[in-house]
């Protein structure tokens, strides 16, 4: 297995779906994720919240070998050993997972490290302990309130992004409208669940979304 | 693993009957009234704060005493505890082995004669089987019974350690069922004096043994329901 760490990290993290069986309405993950990539995802984040472990593995399996098959990015949130087992590419920590030195040392130097930061300097430290990308949000209060504010967070990805060298990406609220907004605020990719899960049409949705991404990121070329 | 090195009297943690500031001032007498075992469980306790616990369990919990982590091998792994226990719907055995390497105990929770069976093709050291009584811990689950625990005991050849509702009392009926030993939570940490409850319970254990070893009639007949003719 070829490591996703390095050059070619930045591109995969363009558009970064995460599953969530709540707004998935019934659909099995697997055909989301297999939608969403038809779209343009370019990573797939297992988010596993609650019911049994045994569960994630199954959907887990799944997903590891759709995203072998579509040479997309699999990413577990939260439980390293779930990532190992499933031998995933990358593993997500916030900060009240497991530490990323921690995390780090458990999957190697092969795996993806992912931190979502709440602070500037929690997000100089991950980078420190051997984070490979930062998630920065949220971005938007959320989309499921479209009117409840202004984007307070896109100052907070700027800062953050300008301070790291690794790559960042923005996450909550964000929708085909404002994620060009995202990327203009020096994200190299926008997280979503919400956007492409909870789409009636999840690949057109991420198909949006991935046209919107790349038009700002080549227009900072 | 030998089966005569799986922990016998396994207390399990349980934040909501006892805080871990309460356990790790408790430990060192608890394990030298007898306890062979503490499984950290913590179910709803962000990783980052269970890591840190189970660092400060790891210093405290010394041989011949072991340290089992449930359902998280990630934190087993980085706290250098003495195996995991997984939960029946939890990681695969194969998978515990292959991370946590060689001489590390890998059990896991049954409920059923078929849950056990699959567990021991797995590779299972230990098994954990219950509730065998009703039990506060969990409210509205039937005791599974004796019989039950007989069915399980004699299923597979791996031992089997029987939780839900053992009072020190209940020990002898139990190790007599044929299980290998008991596992706790509030009949310890629930307890006036859990250091006594602790003595208690070994007391029970060793009592039992010493009077005809259930486990070694199971051995030498290969099971099959007589160690019942032990009664």
Redesign the interface.
Request: hydrophobic share 45%; aromatic share 4%; with cysteine.
């Given at each position: 297995m070829v490591s996703w760490r390095g050059t070619r990290l930045r591109d995969a993290l363009r558009l970064y779906v995460i599953t969530d069986r709540t707004l998935a309405r019934g659909r099995p993950e697997s055909e989301i994720a297999r939608q969403a990539i038809a779209g343009g995802a370019t990573a797939i984040q297992l988010r596993w919240k609650t019911g049994?472990?045994?569960?994630a593995?199954r959907v887990g399996r799944e997903l590891r070998e759709l995203c072998s098959r579509e040479r997309v990015l699999f990413v577990v949130n939260?439980?390293?050993?779930?990532a190992?087992?499933l031998e995933a590419d990358g593993v997500h920590?916030g900060?009240?997972?497991?530490?990323v030195a921690?995390t780090r040392?458990?999957v190697g130097d092969q795996l993806v490290v992912g931190f979502s930061p709440e602070t500037l300097e929690q997000a100089l430290e991950a980078e420190a302990a051997g984070a490979d990308y930062l998630g920065v949000g949220p971005v938007y209060p959320t989309v499921t309130k479209p009117d409840a504010g202004p984007a307070v967070g896109l100052e907070h990805v700027q800062r953050i992004a300008a301070a790291v060298r690794i790559p960042v990406v923005g996450i909550g609220g964000i929708t085909a409208e404002n994620a060009g907004a995202v990327i203009r605020a020096g994200a190299v990719g926008v997280a979503v669940i919400s956007a492409v899960v909870g789409a009636d049409d999840v690949r057109l949705a991420a198909a949006q979304l991935r046209k919107v991404v790349d038009e700002a990121l080549a227009e900072r070329q | 693993m030998n089966p005569w090195s799986v922990p016998r009297l396994h207390l399990i943690t349980d934040p909501a009957v006892c805080s871990f500031e309460q356990l790790c001032e408790w430990l060192p007498r608890l394990l030298q009234a007898g306890v062979d075992a503490v499984h950290l469980r913590a179910p709803g306790v962000?990783?980052?704060?269970l890591?840190k616990v189970a660092a400060e369990l790891r210093r405290r919990i010394v041989p011949p005493a072991v340290l089992l982590v449930n359902?998280?091998?990630?934190?087993a792994?980085?706290c250098q505890a003495d195996g995991v226990h997984l939960?029946e719907?939890?990681?695969?055995v194969r998978?515990a082995r292959e991370?946590l390497g060689g001489g590390r105990l890998v059990g896991r929770s049954v409920h059923s004669v078929e849950a056990a069976r699959a567990a021991a093709a797995e590779g299972c050291d230990y098994l954990v089987y219950g509730n065998v009584y009703e039990t506060a811990s969990k409210p509205g689950a039937a005791a599974r019974g004796l019989d039950a625990l007989r069915e399980v005991v004699h299923a597979t050849h791996v031992p089997v350690v029987a939780i839900g509702g053992i009072t020190p009392d209940r020990v002898p009926a139990v190790v007599r069922m044929g299980a290998h030993g008991v596992a706790v939570i509030r009949g310890i940490l629930a307890a006036d004096d859990p250091i006594a409850a602790v003595r208690a319970y070994r007391q029970a254990m060793d009592e039992v043994r010493g009077d005809g070893d259930s486990r070694d009639i199971k051995r030498e007949t290969g099971g099959a329901g007589r160690s019942a003719d032990n009664r």
């Amino acid at each position: 297995m070829v490591s996703w760490r390095g050059t070619r990290l930045r591109d995969a993290l363009r558009l970064y779906v995460i599953t969530d069986r709540t707004l998935a309405r019934g659909r099995p993950e697997s055909e989301i994720a297999r939608q969403a990539i038809a779209g343009g995802a370019t990573a797939i984040q297992l988010r596993w919240k609650t019911g049994p472990l045994s569960e994630a593995l199954r959907v887990g399996r799944e997903l590891r070998e759709l995203c072998s098959r579509e040479r997309v990015l699999f990413v577990v949130n939260d439980r390293v050993d779930l990532a190992l087992a499933l031998e995933a590419d990358g593993v997500h920590v916030g900060v009240t997972d497991l530490p990323v030195a921690e995390t780090r040392r458990l999957v190697g130097d092969q795996l993806v490290v992912g931190f979502s930061p709440e602070t500037l300097e929690q997000a100089l430290e991950a980078e420190a302990a051997g984070a490979d990308y930062l998630g920065v949000g949220p971005v938007y209060p959320t989309v499921t309130k479209p009117d409840a504010g202004p984007a307070v967070g896109l100052e907070h990805v700027q800062r953050i992004a300008a301070a790291v060298r690794i790559p960042v990406v923005g996450i909550g609220g964000i929708t085909a409208e404002n994620a060009g907004a995202v990327i203009r605020a020096g994200a190299v990719g926008v997280a979503v669940i919400s956007a492409v899960v909870g789409a009636d049409d999840v690949r057109l949705a991420a198909a949006q979304l991935r046209k919107v991404v790349d038009e700002a990121l080549a227009e900072r070329q | 693993m030998n089966p005569w090195s799986v922990p016998r009297l396994h207390l399990i943690t349980d934040p909501a009957v006892c805080s871990f500031e309460q356990l790790c001032e408790w430990l060192p007498r608890l394990l030298q009234a007898g306890v062979d075992a503490v499984h950290l469980r913590a179910p709803g306790v962000p990783a980052g704060e269970l890591l840190k616990v189970a660092a400060e369990l790891r210093r405290r919990i010394v041989p011949p005493a072991v340290l089992l982590v449930n359902d998280r091998l990630d934190i087993a792994l980085l706290c250098q505890a003495d195996g995991v226990h997984l939960p029946e719907q939890g990681l695969p055995v194969r998978a515990a082995r292959e991370l946590l390497g060689g001489g590390r105990l890998v059990g896991r929770s049954v409920h059923s004669v078929e849950a056990a069976r699959a567990a021991a093709a797995e590779g299972c050291d230990y098994l954990v089987y219950g509730n065998v009584y009703e039990t506060a811990s969990k409210p509205g689950a039937a005791a599974r019974g004796l019989d039950a625990l007989r069915e399980v005991v004699h299923a597979t050849h791996v031992p089997v350690v029987a939780i839900g509702g053992i009072t020190p009392d209940r020990v002898p009926a139990v190790v007599r069922m044929g299980a290998h030993g008991v596992a706790v939570i509030r009949g310890i940490l629930a307890a006036d004096d859990p250091i006594a409850a602790v003595r208690a319970y070994r007391q029970a254990m060793d009592e039992v043994r010493g009077d005809g070893d259930s486990r070694d009639i199971k051995r030498e007949t290969g099971g099959a329901g007589r160690s019942a003719d032990n009664r």
